[in-house]
């Protein structure tokens, strides 16, 4: 049976999974819209990836004992200026999603609750490579720079990247 104190701070990681979709989704469709149909599928499959993730807290909580409380979601960005400032905001979201996910392992082990903290190791893991992956998407960015030819070859290689882990098997 779940703690109070840990099913909250689960359902609050709910919220923040299903945001990071829809913050996701909304880069997506603006990269779409401006041509980049290699981004936008990058983009896309990032969005699917992170609702997996809220998916698998709510049904996680359940499992337990628990409610999981499906959250209503904030209106997402819809301009994102460059390709630039779109990975500088999604870096800066993960690394934020990052600092959440440590809050909740640390609720965890106060309550001694040493399964979930188990079951959020997957998400620890995955938080590393996204962020190393967001960075090495803005290194390439600034080499590029104002490269027409290079951009190109960015979007075209892009869309074959995945953010999943390859390090740990989700459930
Ligand atoms: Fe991008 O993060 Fe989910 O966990």
Known sequence: MLKE????????????????????LAMASWAETQGLGGTAQFLYRHSDEERIHMLKLVQYINERGGKAVIPALPKPEKDFKTLNNLFQTLLKHEIMVSDKINDLVEVCLKEKDYTTQNFLQWYVAEQTEEEALAKTI??????????????????????????QSNTVTPK
């Open 5 to 24: 104190k840990v099913e909250k701070a689960l359902n609050n990681q709910i919220l923040i999974e299903a945001d990071s979709s829809q913050i996701y």
């Open 138 to 163: 803005i290194d390439k960015l600034n080499m590029i720079g104002s490269d027409k030819s290079g951009l190109y070859m960015f979007d075209r290689d892009i869309e074959t990247i995945s953010v």
